[in-house]
């Protein structure tokens, strides 16, 4: 059975982007957010075994969301998505709970492997 995954991004592109890439390395897609608020609700909703996470996003941070999500299970997996620029986050979501990192714009073979290494633990 394959991973399946939510993505989360305020960018309908973006979401698209990553989703092309995951289903063509066999990952199913459960869901999909636009913002933190959302993020939090289809987590809850769906259990995806992996979360990919924008940053910033209106409503509510992808930082923010992270720390919800990690409150409402410690062992979740996710992957949070920056733009060069935004690596001053990447100390506080690691202490959130992020299990890595994937700068945008994608580099498809990075994103698979990362994704590939957070799925294997």
Wanted: hydrophobic share 50%.
């Amino acid at each position: 059975m394959s991973s399946t995954v939510m993505i989360v991004d305020d960018a309908l592109f973006m979401r698209k982007m990553l989703r092309n890439i995951l289903e063509a390395e066999g990952y199913q897609i459960v869901a999909e957010a636009s913002d933190g608020d959302e993020a939090v609700a289809k987590f809850q909703e769906h259990r995806p075994d992996l979360v990919t996470l924008d940053i910033v996003m209106p409503n509510k941070t992808g930082l923010e969301a992270l720390q919800e999500i990690m409150a409402l299970d410690p062992a979740a997996k996710v992957v949070m998505c920056s733009a060069i620029g935004q690596e001053s986050f990447t100390a506080a979501a690691v202490r959130a709970g992020a299990r890595a990192f994937i700068l945008k714009p994608f580099n498809p073979e990075l994103v698979a492997h990362v994704l590939k290494e957070t799925v294997e633990g």
